[in-house]
């Protein structure tokens, strides 16, 4: 299990996560939404040990890794898909998701991580030559999910994978990061499209200004109308 408790994360003297206490259970698909600015990237980057904690804890499966830097978090079964991709646009598909399995855990199952995320992505088998930087959004982020599935990650942590993209290739990555954790893996899922994280996560929290608002089961959260109209907004009523 993840665990967060009361983690307050600012920058300077601008407190941008006020006390936020949340948990990923093993096996467990948890989302978190929220409008822009409410602070999701801030706390999923805090989380993944690139921003500092000004004060709060964080544990994986009852070990204290509040101090722990990224490349020990990684080391520890924790992948990050970061917003916006951040893919080496020079460099081929292939040598993207090869930088995926760098240390030396991940690197021993290369080949067969290179076949298992051509099978998730056999666009990727094809493309896998080509430059990064030429492929479309929808085929980056499917390079930057694949390049962090290379790690052998028990848990990822997925930020924004719907910004930038068109609608229906919106709903194809969400349905392989469905598939992924029906693999097994748990995720911890950053989105601002409400309607499709509400659509594949188990369990939800609704951040605003820096705080947590609202869990519960998607369901749960959908049924209580000052949650739906104040922070879910239009985008769910298809749901």
Not at 7 to 20: F, H, K, M, N, S
Not at 221 to 232: D, K, M, T
């Amino acid at each position: 299990m993840l665990e967060a408790k009361a983690l307050r994360i600012a920058y300077g003297d601008a407190v941008a996560v006020w006390d936020v206490s949340l948990s990923l259970a093993a096996g467990e698909f948890v989302c978190i939404v929220g409008p822009n600015g409410s602070g999701k990237t801030t706390l999923v980057n805090a989380i993944a040990r690139l921003l500092p904690i000004q004060s709060g804890s964080l544990q994986l499966d009852g070990e204290d890794i509040t101090g722990v830097g990224a490349k020990e978090l990684c080391n520890l079964g924790v992948a990050l898909i970061p917003e916006g991709r951040r893919l080496f646009g020079g460099m081929t598909v292939e040598e993207n998701l090869e930088i995926g399995c760098y240390r030396p855990a991940a690197r021993s199952f290369r080949d067969e991580s290179l076949s298992q995320v051509y099978d998730i992505f056999p666009i990727l088998r094809e493309r896998r030559l080509q430059r990064a930087g030429t492929l479309s959004g929808g085929q980056q982020q499917m390079v930057a999910i694949a390049r962090a599935l290379m790690a052998k990650p028990g848990i990822l942590l997925i930020d924004e994978p719907s910004l930038g993209l068109a609608p229906a290739i919106v709903e194809q990555v969400f349905d392989v990061i469905r598939t992924i954790h029906q693999r097994g893996i748990s995720i911890l899922l950053i989105e601002q499209n409400v309607a499709q994280a509400l659509r594949v996560a188990q369990r939800a929290y609704v951040l605003e200004g820096g705080r947590i608002v609202a869990e519960g089961m998607p369901d749960d959260l959908l049924s209580r109308p000052h949650i739906r109209e104040a922070y879910l907004g239009a985008s769910v009523d298809a749901l």
